[in-house]
């Protein structure tokens, strides 16, 4: 078993920007990948960003150059740095573990929680 606690979500201007912080517990963190979703109301759940156990990376289009994926493996924790925020981020973030990495969020087998981001306009 993997547990996923997301934090850092809030509400910000348009143009801002938030961190997103998953701590994980449980298995060996550093043989998992880690991914971010997110789900605005009335919409699927919606892929953002994965990063893989050896650091390699893929984002959606609509975050690419305003998103950064990172983790630390001593820490056990996955990060999601959001810069220039648009009224169209807002939706709550999930992050996600799963051996090898995919953009489709049902063959994921551990989530967080999820935490609220708000942008206004």
């Known amino acids: 078993q993997v547990q996923l606690v997301e934090s850092g979500g809030g509400l910000v201007q348009a143009g801002g920007s938030l961190r997103l912080s998953c701590a994980a517990s449980g298995r060996t963190f550093s043989n998992y990948d880690m991914a971010w979703f997110r789900q605005a109301p009335g919409k699927e759940r919606e892929f953002v960003a994965y990063i893989r156990s050896g650091g390699s990376t893929d984002y959606v289009d609509s975050v690419k150059g305003r998103f950064t994926i990172s983790r630390d493996n001593a820490k056990s924790a996955v990060y999601l740095q959001m810069n220039m925020l648009k009224p169209e981020d807002t939706a709550v973030y999930y992050c996600?573990?799963?051996?090898?990495?995919?953009?489709?969020?049902?063959?994921?087998?551990?989530w967080g929680q999820g935490t609220q981001v708000t942008v206004s306009s």
């Open positions: 996600a573990a799963r051996l090898f990495a995919s953009r489709d969020y049902g063959t994921y087998n551990y």
